[in-house]
């Protein structure tokens, strides 16, 4: 367990970036002409959207399609929220037949590369046809309204497909993203108790392959409720897999005989449409749960506004869809706005460093939406790679998943963006399902460094430790004072997990973010990272718990406290500091063996960066693992207060040894 420590503590470090950011004097404007033309363009909406906030959201449901109207807007019981009452939808109709319906038939849908160079462009056309056939497969291997589909793919056309294949017919998807270990998988299968799993036989990372059916071979071993699994074909003689009789199928040997057409079943609007596990602050994931209509609208309407969308946009967003990044603005969203919309399946670095821009270049990409770590990767390597491409076609860029540092900001403006191009820094969350805070690319004046204020119905504020709203100018909690259409309706099969967690602060009527954030004289938020035990590394949540009991899973390891350490890169990196069991001897080999280890059981993203070894931990004398200094210690700042320390001296010696042992 960590020690609470008080905000203003907490968030030290980030307090005096953020007064620096205050001083922040340059504004950016959006053009006569970007206004002239932009989906949003008047002021009033957010006037609009706070005065009526129902006949606000009811307009924008209204550009779906719906086979029975909603009887009521929203049913807000806090903590407990419902949307569209009563109204019957289908999102895969939504993202699909309604477009085929129209000379939409034979516009992109998905434009698709590999990482070793292929192209694939699926019509609406085609995506329908997949999707249809798709969802008979599922439908003939038994799976119906209200089951659970693990989804383990990697970036390919195949992953959209089965989600909106799963969507058509009410199942719930479960997408687990490629870089999780066996374990985490198993973990997750098991939690949704899935039916029938997707996966391939492998994925191309950085020109190796990786072993994705022998993973999920390995974590279906313990996975009961697992009847059938499917199997991509995608990296073909690269990857040697092994095929169980009677549960494992190729998806093209399936798909062979598939029918053309499924039809859509009609989902209430609060019926489940997927679960997406993320990190809290123990170490079991939450499975997020996210329903079809208040969903649907919520990111189709956010998606329009906030990248502005026109019929002939090339859109492209770099996130994996693992992330709810993907599921929101890379297949959903766009999808369901009728959005040409791009999928990259591998690195930005490979086989070059340029390859987002020849990307770029190649398809005439209108829209990018990326994140501050590889945008500061981009800087590291040079603005060289960039100049080698014509970006013109570029006219708005987004970010999402952490802060943005400002540097990090006019460099994406000035290199990527030719300075033309409005920078929408979106914030939301897995949660959220939606983007909250963020620009309107037509009307907002940007601050590099801010996700400026909440979109048009959004009630967001700051708040103390008590939940008093903060004066402008002031710091504390983000929170979100009443419902919005794409929030989760509860964390699957654990609604007491869902209150204590986001209700548990301020009352049922408060939803607590996580957050820190500053609200600048002028209203502007200033997002300052998480203030609980959640890392944000390369802008994925990784809980300290969770490493924390993969390291002392190790046979090696007594005890184990882990930090999140500011990183020039991955805005931070996963410190750890761990007590050895007695006998057991330091080494080089032992800190790689602990850094494998995490690595196996969760994945690579949580590898730690560095593994300190130490004979005891700073612990306050009621025996709580006193982070705060651990992070002092990390980043080499001088000590915090001490005085609820049972043995200062262990801070001392640790931060003597550590120095000697970094180079610090
Ligand atoms: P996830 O649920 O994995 O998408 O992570 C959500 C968390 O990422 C938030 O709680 C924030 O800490 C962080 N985050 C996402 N977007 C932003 C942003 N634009 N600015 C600052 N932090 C962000």
């Keep these: 367990m960590d020690e609470k420590v008080p905000l203003e503590q907490k968030t030290e470090q ?141 970036m390919i056309p195949e992953l959209p497909i089965a989600m909106l294949a799963c969507a058509r017919l009410g199942a719930l998807h479960t997408v687990v993203f490629g870089g999780f270990s066996p374990e985490s998988l198993r973990g997750r299968i098991n939690d949704a108790e899935a039916k029938v799993l997707i996966t391939s036989d492998g994925g191309y990372r950085r020109g190796t392959v990786v072993p994705l059916k022998q993973n999920a071979d390995e974590a279906v071993k313990e996975c009961p409720s697992i009847r059938d699994v499917v199997v991509v074909r995608r990296v073909g003689e690269a990857a040697k897999i092994h095929f169980q009789e009677g549960r494992d199928h190729w998806w093209h040997t399936l798909m062979k005989d598939a029918a053309l057409y499924c039809p859509p079943e009609e989902m209430d609007a609060e019926d489940p449409l997927y679960t997406l596990y993320t990190s809290g602050t123990t170490a079991k994931p939450k499975g997020i749960l996210h329903t079809t209509g208040g969903y649907l609208v919520g990111v189709a309407a956010t998606h329009r ?67 501050p770590t590889a945008i500061r990767s981009f800087m590291g390597w040079g603005d060289q790679f960039p100049a080698q491409h014509d970006l013109t076609s570029l006219r708005l860029l987004g970010t999402v998943g952490e802060p943005i540092n400002p540097e990090a900001w006019m460099w994406y403006h000035d290199h990527i963006g030719g300075k033309r191009c409005p920078i929408v820094d979106t914030w939301w969350q897995t949660e959220t399902g939606m983007i909250l805070i963020s620009p309107l690319p037509g009307l907002t004046t940007t601050k590099p460094g801010s996700a400026t204020r909440p979109l048009p119905g959004i009630e967001a504020d700051i708040v103390d430790e008590q939940g008093q709203s903060v004066p402008l100018g002031g710091g504390g909690y983000l929170v979100l004072k009443g419902p919005w259409p794409a929030m989760l309706r509860t964390i699957y099969k654990d609604p007491d997990r869902y209150v204590s967690t986001y209700f548990g602060r301020y009352g049922p009527k408060v939803y607590f973010t996580g957050d820190g954030a500053k609200r600048d004289t002028e209203g502007y938020f200033w997002l300052m990272g998480r203030v609980d035990d959640v890392m944000n590394v390369s802008g994925h949540r990784i809980s300290t718990t969770e490493v924390e009991s993969a390291l002392v899973n190790h046979p090696s390891v007594a005890e184990a406290a882990v930090i999140g350490k500011a990183h020039s890169i991955k805005g931070q990196a996963i410190s750890a500091f761990v007590t050895l069991r007695a006998g057991v001897a330091t080494s080089k080999e032992k800190v790689d063996e602990l850094k494998r280890h995490v690595q196996e059981k969760i994945g690579a993203l949580a590898r730690p960066e560095d593994i300190f070894f130490t004979a005891e931990l700073p612990k306050t004398r009621s025996g709580k693992i006193m982070r705060r200094l651990l992070r002092d210690v990390a980043e080499g700042r001088a000590l915090g207060d001490t005085t609820t320390l049972a043995d200062p001296a262990v801070v001392a010696r640790l931060r003597e040894q550590y120095g000697e042992e970094s180079g610090a």
């Design 14 to 154: 980030s307090s005096k970036t953020i007064e620096a950011l205050y001083r922040e004097e340059r504004r950016f404007e959006p053009s006569p002409a970007f206004r002239h033309h932009a989906v949003v363009s008047d002021p009033s909406i957010y006037e609009k959207a706070a005065a009526d906030p129902e006949g606000f959201w009811a307009e924008q449901a209204e550009h779906l399609h719906w086979y029975k109207k909603w009887e009521q807007v929203r049913k807000w019981d806090p903590p407990w929220a419902q949307w569209f009452v009563g109204g019957k939808l289908n999102v895969s109709y939504n993202c699909l037949d309604r477009h085929v319906e129209t000379w939409r038939r034979n516009k992109a849908a998905i434009i698709w590369e590999g990482e070793p160079g292929e192209e694939r462009v699926l019509t609406y056309g085609d995506l329908y046809r997949e999707v249809n056939k798709f969802a008979n497969v599922l439908k003939h291997l038994g799976v119906r309204r209200g089951d659970r589909v693990a989804i383990y793919l990697p």
């Design 305 to 371: 506004w906030v990248f502005d969308i026109r019929e002939e946009d090339v859109y492209w967003c770099t996130a994996d869809i693992g992330w709810v990044t993907g599921h929101s603005y890379i297949v959903y969203g766009p999808l369901a706005n009728g959005t040409t919309s791009l999928m990259y399946e591998g690195s930005p670095d490979w086989p070059a460093k340029d390859r987002f821009w020849q990307i770029i270049e190649k398809y005439r990409v209108t829209i990018l939406y990326t994140a």
